[in-house]
């Protein structure tokens, strides 16, 4: 079993910042990549941010220069800095783990989500 946690999610003023970590647990022999997605009220789900097992990363156009995607894959953590947030920032931010399982099979794992709302 693989279970992904994440936390940090809040209320947050426009302009303000907010940090969300997230930690994977369980049978995991490699995590391969850790990304953020987030759903905003009545929207899809989409990527934010990822990083790599190199430490490579990437981001959503919308998010680039405002928000900060770091953490370790091997020790299965993940956090994404917030800055300079909007109200279009406000949906429900979930981890998406990439990994290859005990058994060698390669897996996905999603948390539970975090919501975030952005708002004075």
């Known amino acids: 079993q693989v279970r992904v946690v994440e936390s940090g999610g809040g209320l947050v003023q426009p302009g303000g910042s907010l940090r969300l970590s997230c930690t994977a647990s369980?049978?995991?022999?490699?995590?391969?990549?850790m990304d953020w997605y987030r759903q905003p009220p009545g929207k899809q789900r989409e990527l934010v941010a990822q990083?790599?097992?190199?430490?490579?990363?990437d981001y959503a156009d919308s998010v680039r220069g405002r928000f900060t995607i770091s953490g370790d894959t091997a020790e299965k953590t993940v956090f994404l800095q917030m800055n300079s947030m909007s109200p279009e920032d406000t949906a429900v931010y979930y981890c998406?783990?990439?990994?290859?399982?005990?058994?060698?099979?390669?897996?996905?794992?999603w948390g539970q989500g975090t919501p975030v709302t952005v708002s004075s």
């Open positions: 369980g049978r995991i022999f490699a995590i391969t990549a």
């Open positions: 990083i790599d097992s190199a430490g490579r990363t």
């Open positions: 998406h783990v990439r990994l290859i399982a005990d058994g060698r099979i390669r897996a996905e794992q």
